[in-house]
């Protein structure tokens, strides 16, 4: 859409409360299924999800679990998942899937272990700036391989980005299992970067001070979160506000227009997935410098990318609906820990309730509604989907239309 | 409501419609309609774009249910719930937009969903070839079973489709739009295949908004408007303006009031220009014309011809493969097409929908497509300006007559004529050079259709020089100064404005090139 | 150069041989399944889950029932279930089919961990006796043949199978009335409307056909290859197929002909112990032939014309 709303005030209230309509829906319907599935093999669904609650928003803690704790580990889990979750948005909106956001996370967390391995000595003006910008070059190249191959051959997007998942998961095991870059004497696990490539944190590293009842050096919230919104922001102003962004969203709306334009598609999508690779291996980056410090076998079972599949399209593809999106996953990815502790489910619901979101999204199950029930306000015609995806998102984004016209 | 009440008693009905309605929301496509066709009549059912004609068939042949009335055919109520049951009725319908899988071969098209049986769900393909071939000779309509239908030309597709309807035992064809692709030579063709029908027995219903047409094969016409049936009439008692009227409701002009041209400095000079078409074949062999600053140059042809590679490749968006096309003294021979827009060269394509506009943008963002880079729009070819555009946007709005409830609105939600309005005003509105209009009122109203024609004489007037391609021979000789005559790829001849209608078919068929210009 | 040796010392054993076309029959099945759905227009990438979904509850069935057969056919069915969900979300409601398929995977993958510990609690999945898996075969008389006997009449029967229902899906697509029904749907359904087929049925046929064939590849994985569930333990298989219909062009023999490639990397990753390279550099093996593949080999693939594009017949 070219402009955002104006005075009419009521008119974009009623747009934004649309707006939230149908991913608030498919949260509370993926919830309900969930709890039925938990019942019926023998769980407590509210056991279940009073775990949940806890570990993600630090509510209704039973088992004494320190509440602030809790949130901040939300905060750590859902900071990378906004930036990934912005590097499968916005290739969305050239008709791309980037399932690959996985594989261009890690490979911006190796290419900023590699930098600040090598270079720990430099001083973290310098150090910090370079990790951060190795990891967003690591991340773009890891997606610009299948861009290329999209660009220039047509192969599709989805097989390739998916291989180089696989073919990033095994870098890492091969770079710290016994590999160039494993700390030596150690095992699975690489040598810390250098201090200077280190994110502070937003409370003191100091375990004396002590602060909503445990020591400060246990919270992990880091700048990076600042980095994450940030980064959120030139999301909303590359897609909106420049001409590379409406070029974006004009190949992926309709490739023979572009054409027509005199857009070169084939262009688009290299720098499309360029920069979203970017923004992927840029989440990499920042978990390595702002948390872990060091490549461990966590990230053998990292699943940043592939959540943020079911960020960006909870959230329509709009940098709040991202932000909002990530919250509720970071939450998620958090509570499941403690459900398992306290409420002994496997936490691998939280990718059941992932998945049925996935699906009344996808599905849109409130324009199914809206088709037969007309007075909702909307024309039932479906939008012939060239690029299915942007289909998607534009659907429920764009302003309610007026009276059509015979 | 009829105009008039028709006499059918004692008369055998094919099929009696009777109060069809139909609504989607906001749009009423069919209000009350009574529609009847009686047999072995060739019954002409006419309107313009959004009348409700295709409505009308659609819910006769079970693509759509309507929402009340009846269906009686062959003097028995008929409940249509589908293809199938229309097809058992006996009714076939051949659609504009032809129902033919272009990979599948012609056999394979036409007895899909009937196919001989031969054995455990295997198809017999040689019972299917000797019972098309019967009914191809039957017919007089000369088809080879085996080709592969995406590679024949248009014509002959058709004909797959007539055929197949016929397989189906079809006694009542519906045509919907049938002359839009074909050639005059074909569509000579066609209209004997259609009497040799009806003296076989059928029945047929002729959509069509070609009047002119519609006076040569009909017996009786229906005329629709806005969902409604306004007039009954006997073609033999009828002319081309009292249809148009009853059309659209109101007098028409069917000629643009036009001063004399005033040619000015050579805009376009294009020599011996070749290029392929999308499927590798060689779509023009040598053009070669001038093209001068205030004047209309109309390429007439039928469709397939070249027009829409010349085109394309003149606006950037096709690579030739020889010649040279110069715009002033600037060679831009392998410009693309941003290049040429920048250079002033504005293209109305032929493809609205598809090609020229973005269906889920906002009208604003439609009316810079193609100068988001530009200058008066983005801040170095980086951050848009959008007061700009917005202002830009209002503006074209109010000088192009665009119906619309805001300039956010998306072009989706606007009707066929308003559509391509924004294109013309896209397109017009940074007053370029030259202007490539590639079939601007297709599918088009008749108000929008009078607006766009006076606005491109306007263009003209003003100094822009403008290469019209149209496949409707009325608005080409209407609007051109100067005509050239495309076929297979070559230009045949140049002829001026006042050639007749005999001549340019002839030309447009490849023959007659031996006569010199002006004399028939 | 050790490297080039090992490689060129195995590929000589016919027992590399006999794991290729295993592990090529193994990929097949979903193949041949994304081939039927893709031919009648809705793009299946859910074989992933569909075969995990099979594998999962073949095991189950077998552990509880100590029968292969029926647990096959458990897992089986097991896939035609997914496969319904995926039918219905993209052809009820028009779901865009890429993350319908993703949301499949993804379903997959959490609810058989969530089931493995509802069932099982913190201790693994427990392992199916010898005697309870789908069987190998040896072919009488024609296993003795040197060489190619080991690797063509020493396999499971799942092998047999797979090879078989390759020529029934390619005689059913190309030579019957279904077939040409199937094909008219993915190319035009529009045009297959009016010629009064039933686009609806056909695509949720072919759909559910899709998931069956990935139920047994599945359950072949886990109660034929292995003995076990191990969880994600189709790793990328599923996705591997997607890429040898698109390299075979939508027909069934030419996704076999990938498959005998892609399966011919499994088989030397199998072989690590003898070649000389981390095993981790190794197992990435099909995953850069897989690319390599799709971007050198195949150039442009067209697909069926309206695949993926949900059938809406009352548009203008």
Known sequence: MGSRPGPRLPRALRRVAGGFAVPLGSVIFAFIVGALLVAITGGDPLQAYSGLLCGGLGIACANGENSALQISTTIVYFTPLIMAGVAVALPFRAGLFNIGAEGQFLAGAVACTFIGVKFSNLPAPILLPMVLLGGMVGGAIWAGIPGVLKATVGAHEVVTTIMLNYVAQWLIRYLIVGGPLQLPHGFSVSSPIGAGARLPSFLPNDNSLVIFGLPAGVYRVHTGLLIAIAALAVFAILLWRTSLGYEIRAVGQSQRAARYAGISVPRTIIVTMLISGAFAGLAGAIQIAGVDHNLTDKYFNDTTGFDAIAVALLGLGSAVGILLASILFGALHAGGAVMQQDAGISSSLVQVLQALILFSIAANFLRVLRARFPSFGRRPSAPAPEAPAAALMTEAAKAPPEESPP | ?520 | MTFLGDIAHVLATADLWRLTLEAAALLLLPALGGVISERSGVVNIAMEGMMLTGAFFSVVADLAWHNPWAAALVGIIAGGLMALIHAVVSIRFRADQIVSGIAINIFAAGLTVFLVNRLYGLADVGHVGQANLLPYINVPLLDQIPFLGRVLFQQNVVVYAALILLVVVHLVLFRTRLGLRIRAVGEHPQAADTAGINVYVIRYGAVITSGLLSGLAGAFLAIGISNTFVPNMTDGRGYIALAAMIFGKWTPFGAFVACLIFGLGQAIYDNNSIIHVSQYLLSMLPYVLTLVVLAGVVGRSIPPAADGIPYAPENE
């Open chain 2, 1 to 520: 409501m009829s105009a008039e009440p028709t006499d059918n008693v004692g008369v055998n009905l094919a099929v009696d419609m009777r109060g069809i309605t139909k609504a989607w929301p906001g749009v009423v496509a069919n209000d009350h309609v009574d529609f009847s066709v009686r047999a072995g009549e060739i019954h002409a059912l006419v309107g313009e774009n959004g009348a409700g004609k295709s409505t009308l068939m659609n819910i006769l042949y079970g693509l759509v249910r309507s929402d009340s009335g009846e269906i009686i055919v062959n003097g028995k109520p008929a409940r249509i719930n589908g293809p199938r049951d229309a097809i058992a009725l006996g009714i076939g319908m051949v659609h504009q937009h032809f129902m033919l899988i272009p990979v599948f071969t012609v056999g394979e098209n036409i007895m899909l969903g009937r196919e001989p049986v031969a054995g455990p769900g295997f198809y017999d393909y040689t019972r299917a070839r000797k019972d098309i071939e019967e009914l191809t000779k039957k017919y007089g309509l000369r088809l080879d079973p085996d080709a592969r239908t995406g590679d024949l030309p248009v014509g002959l597709q058709q004909r797959a489709e007539i055929v197949k309807v016929l397989y189906r035992g079809a006694n009542l064809l519906v045509l919907d739009e049938p002359t839009g692709v074909l050639t005059p030579q074909e569509t000579v063709e066609l209209f004997g295949i259609l009497r040799d029908l009806i003296k076989g027995g059928k029945t047929i219903i002729f959509i069509s908004h070609k009047l002119k047409e519609v006076l040569e094969i009909s017996d009786r016409i229906t005329v629709m408007r806005r969902g409604k049936v306004v007039g009954h009439l006997t073609t033999k008692k009828t002319n081309e303006q009292e249809i148009a009227t009853m059309m659209v409701g109101r007098a028409v002009l069917l000629r643009v009031d036009k001063k004399p041209a005033k040619p000015g400095a050579v805009a376009f000079r294009v020599e011996n220009l070749t290029a392929n078409s999308d499927r590798g074949v060689q779509a023009l062999r040598g053009i070669s014309f001038e093209l001068r600053q205030g004047e209309i140059l109309g390429i007439a042809g039928v469709e397939g011809n070249g027009q829409s590679e010349l085109v394309e490749v003149l606006a950037g968006t096709r690579r030739a493969t020889g010649g040279h096309v110069l715009l002033g003294d600037r060679d831009v021979t392998v410009a693309n097409a941003r290049e040429e827009r920048d250079a002033g060269v504005g293209h109305i394509p032929e493809d609205r929908r598809g090609v020229g506009l973005i269906l889920n943008y906002s009208i604003a963002d439609n009316l810079i497509l193609g100068r988001e880079r530009a200058s008066a729009f983005s801040w170095h070819g980086l951050l848009l300006r959008l007061d700009a555009i917005r202002n830009w946007a209002k503006r074209l709005v109010k000088e192009f007559d665009i119906r619309t409830p805001s300039i956010e609105t998306p072009a989706r939600a606007l009707s066929g004529g308003n559509q391509q309005k924004i294109i013309v005003a896209r397109e017009m509105g940074t007053r370029p050079r030259v202007l490539l209009a590639a079939q601007p009122t297709r599918g088009v109203d008749i108000g929008a259709i009078e607006f766009i024609h006076r606005r491109l004489v306007a263009e003209r007037d003003e100094g822009t020089a403008v290469l019209l391609v149209s496949a409707e021979l009325d608005e080409i000789r209407s609007l051109s100064d100067r005509i050239a005559v495309m076929y297979e790829g070559r230009i045949v001849s140049f002829e001026p404005a006042d050639t007749d209608e005999a001549r340019l078919g002839l030309l447009m068929t490849g023959g007659g090139t031996g006569a010199k210009t002006g004399a028939a």
